[in-house]
């Protein structure tokens, strides 16, 4: 996979993300089965992305049709956030989406 890149990301991104990513997770926690560690120096955003993917991956885990709806969930909370349409989050500094 690549990373195709929409701007620049600044530091209010990453705040705005982070905030966007501990009120998703604290909405939707009795649809995770794994506990995100919300310190302060957790990477929730990557947590949660991680969790999604592990669930959608895993075709017999009982939360794996709820998994689908969450991603697509998430992903546009992440685009509105960002204020970016098709944005998938922050990666090497950059606000972008992945490409096959």
């Known amino acids: ?9 600044t530091d ?17 926690e009795t649809d995770l089965p794994y506990v995100i560690m919300d310190g302060p ?20 885990h009982p939360l794996h049709g709820r ?7 998430w992903r546009k909370v992440v685009a509105r956030t960002l204020g970016a349409p098709g944005a998938e989050g922050i990666a090497y500094g950059h606000v972008g989406f992945h490409v096959d």
């Open 12 to 28: 209010e991104d990453n705040e705005r993300l982070e905030a966007a990513a501990r009120r998703f997770i604290a909405r939707h």
């Open 41 to 60: 120096n957790d990477d929730v955003v990557n947590e949660l992305d991680n969790q999604l993917y592990q669930l959608i991956t895993d075709y017999h």
């Open 67 to 73: 998994a689908l709806q969450l991603r697509r969930l």
């Open 1 to 9: 996979m690549a990373w195709s890149t929409i701007r620049r990301a």
